[in-house]
């Protein structure tokens, strides 16, 4: 897959280099390639933004060096190969809430696209021309606000990246996890079977695998009531 980031940060992305995700670049499973928004301005300041217009507080990003950017990284892309189009992702609070689901589906796609906004958002302007030519979706992290986009596009890379095929060594770690099958994971132990006083359940060292497993399920569902209920269908 090959992910392409627009940012005024490109060494926010540094930490790409390690870790599961670290490898699967250097295997080249997963191409990722951070752009460094300033490149595509052409005055002395490298100004990427400016004042509102209509009034208000603080700053909008620029369409010009946006379009340029994205002229650079989406290449002549032909109306005609839309089917085939890339993804185009703009983090902000104003998006759809990203979700497990949409890691998935995103997992499927062979090129992303995303722009990390700061200041008060980008130029309406440019989502519009950019919808022209690829698929545009303004996607949240969660309802709360951050800075500017990099630490949301982080974490999007992170949970789109280790679906990919190739990228987490053991594939059936993916399965028992928390959203995978709409409710939070049960929880985990490991050696010793008592540390502090406190000991691992006993059915866990039972090895009756059929109750176990119902154990697990069961604790998932408690825990999902209990945590989060909204992701419980309605009784
Ligand atoms: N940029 C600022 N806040 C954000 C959020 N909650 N999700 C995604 N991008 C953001």
Same mark, same amino acid.
């Given at each position: 897959m090959r992910i392409d980031v627009v940012t005024? @940060?490109? /060494? @926010? @992305?540094?930490? +790409? $280099?390690?870790s599961l995700l670290g490898r699967a670049r250097q295997t080249g499973i997963l191409d990722v390639r951070a752009h460094n928004l300033r490149d595509f301005t052409h005055d002395r300041h490298r100004t990427v933004d400016d004042t509102p217009y209509g009034g208000g507080a603080g700053m909008v990003m620029k369409p010009e060096p946006w379009g340029e950017a994205l002229d650079a990284v989406l290449g002549e892309g032909k109306p005609g190969e839309l089917a085939s189009a890339p993804v185009v992702i703009f983090p902000s609070p104003a998006g759809t809430v990203f979700t497990q689901k949409m890691a998935r589906e995103l997992a499927g796609r062979e090129h992303l696209v995303f722009g990390c906004g700061r200041y008060e958002g980008i130029d309406q302007r440019v989502f519009e021309h950019t919808a022209e030519r690829a698929e545009v979706r303004l996607v949240s992290l969660g309802d709360y606000v951050l800075n500017g986009g990099e630490v949301a596009v982080m974490a999007m890379i992170e949970a789109i990246g280790? +679906?990919?095929? !190739? #990228? #987490? !060594?053991?594939? /059936? *770690?993916? #399965? /028992?996890? *928390?959203? /995978? $099958? !709409?409710l939070l994971e049960y929880p985990s132990y490991t050696k010793p079977a008592t540390w502090r006083g406190l000991e691992v359940p006993p059915i866990l060292l039972s090895g009756n695998h059929g109750a176990i497993e119902r154990w697990r399920h069961e604790q998932q569902v408690e825990r999902t009531r209990r945590v989060r209920p909204d992701l419980l269908p309605p009784e």
């Open positions: 005024i @940060f490109p /060494e @926010f @992305f540094d930490v +790409l $280099d390690i280790r +679906l990919i095929p !190739g #990228v #987490v !060594g053991n594939p /059936e *770690s993916l #399965v /028992e996890e *928390s959203h /995978e $099958d !709409g």
